[in-house]
């Protein structure tokens, strides 16, 4: 299991960013990922497709940083959307019914194709 957590950032075209997690989305690292996502929306990102395959843990924190990061770029004109989710994040997503918040997909592909990158 992993417990070291990870951001990798891949940039595409169109402004996009692809960014893949690793590890436990606990409260501290859902902040590292609040500042990254704000920094990269600072600097003029509007969509960010977040690869949550390899997350083996979300708390309620991390939880509630992806509904704000989906809220604050979709107010900017952009958007997050949630790809590849593992069954621990899965899980949660479903059990607080929040499908209907959150845009998810099944790949990076798939989440790319809809911003139109």
Do not use: W, Y
């Not at 070291?4 to 997690?21: K, M, P």
């Not at 939880?63 to 979709?74: H, N, P, Q």
């Not at 997503?93 to 139109?116: D, K, P, R, S, Y």
């Amino acid at each position: 299991m992993a417990r070291e957590f990870s951001i990798t950032e891949a940039a595409t075209d169109h402004g996009a960013v692809v960014l893949r997690l690793t590890g436990r989305l606990d409260a501290r690292n859902a902040q590292a990922l609040l500042r990254t996502c704000r920094e990269m929306e600072d600097a003029g990102t509007k969509n960010v497709v977040i690869n949550l395959s390899e997350v083996t843990f979300v708390a309620s924190s991390g939880v509630g940083t992806l509904l704000a990061l989906t809220e604050e770029f979709g107010d900017a004109d952009g958007s997050v959307h949630l790809v590849a989710l593992s069954d621990p994040v899965r899980s949660v997503v479903e059990l607080l019914n929040l499908t209907q918040f959150l845009n998810l997909g099944t790949t990076e592909a798939e989440a790319l194709e809809a911003i139109g990158a």
